[in-house]
């Protein structure tokens, strides 16, 4: 049986449930495309009910759920990864994809793997099945007890909006402001909480709007001492396609999330403490520099 992939674009109306069941949120990974041997490649996990939702998929991110697998979080066991959404397709975002197609059927996956990205993830994923033909046809035909629902890839090029919604989570896309990119940050609704993933942005009206009174804004950032550093080009760049620090306080002061999860932080030189007093500086709430592995 060969793999299969499959896209489109839809909207599911139901009532969402109302339950007492509780979420969590994992970082699996915390970095940037800077090849930080402590910090994977963006990734972030929100879990209902032992359904992993994860959330962009940067290098190591199988390998990151293992770990959080072993570690007692029984709803991030690597098969257990059958739905993910890509803010991006930057390739510190996407660079774990084949990981993610490929290592939970190796391991136990079951089901197919649901897919939801912007604009260009269903020609990502075709291309990925096509390099990796050989490995699947091998896997699937050959000796390897593998089940082949576990290599169906259906994928999903979503638009603004509500657009999934099962028994633990609602998952709203806005668009953000990244360059040329077709990005979106997404709001995310559990039975308890309510989470705001940016994904990569400049400061942007809509992300204020979805994360106003939010229980967890989870916000890539750059350092205002470091940027300083930076040579004239790299400012130009990153000042219209990230968010300092100082314009994340004031974003967040305004929205007043519950609690701030700073991701995807760029140093550059300056410490995390520094990070951390230059958002606090402008936002009175609670905020944390997330590091992999960390659970809220």
């Given at each position: ?35 930080e ?25 199988v ?7 072993q ?9 257990r ?18 990981d ?38 091998e ?18 090029e ?5 657009f999934?919604q ?7 896309a ?21 989470y705001?993933i ?30 300083s ?5 790299w400012?130009t ?16 002061q305004?929205a ?28 009175d ?12």
């Open positions: 049986m060969p793999p299969v992939w499959n896209y489109g674009i839809f909207l599911i109306v139901k009532t969402f449930p109302p339950s007492s069941n509780s979420s969590q949120l994992v970082m699996l990974g915390s970095g940037t495309p800077n090849a041997p402590e910090r994977s490649g963006p990734a972030v996990a929100i879990v209902v009910n032992n359904q992993p939702y994860l959330f962009d998929f940067g290098p190591g991110v390998r990151r759920c293992a770990a959080a697998y570690a007692g979080m029984e709803g991030l066991a690597p098969w990864l059958t739905r993910a959404f890509a803010t991006h397709l930057h390739s510190d975002h996407t660079a774990g994809f084949p993610l197609i490929l290592t939970p059927g190796v391991i136990g996956r079951k089901d197919s793997l649901e897919i939801y990205g912007p604009q260009g993830i269903s020609a990502m994923t075709g291309h990925i099945l096509e390099a990796y033909r050989e490995d699947l046809r896997r699937i035909e050959g000796l390897e007890p593998v089940t082949p629902n576990a290599y169906i890839i259906n994928v999903h979503v638009r603004p909006g509500l999934y099962d028994d633990n989570v609602q998952v709203t806005f668009p953000v402001r990244h360059g040329s990119w077709t990005a979106y940050g997404y709001k995310v609704k559990t039975p308890g909480r309510v705001v940016s994904g990569d942005t400049a400061p942007v009206d809509t992300l204020l709007e979805q994360a106003c009174g939010c229980d967890v804004l989870v916000h890539e950032v750059y350092s205002v001492k470091g940027f550093t930076r040579p004239p080009e400012q760049y990153h000042a219209n396609m990230h968010t300092s620090a100082h314009e994340l306080g004031e974003l967040a305004k007043q999330p519950k609690l701030l999860i700073l991701y995807h932080q760029l140093f550059w030189g300056s410490s995390e403490e520094e990070l951390l007093s230059e958002v606090r500086s402008l936002f709430g609670e905020v944390v520099s997330a590091k992999d592995l960390d659970v809220f």
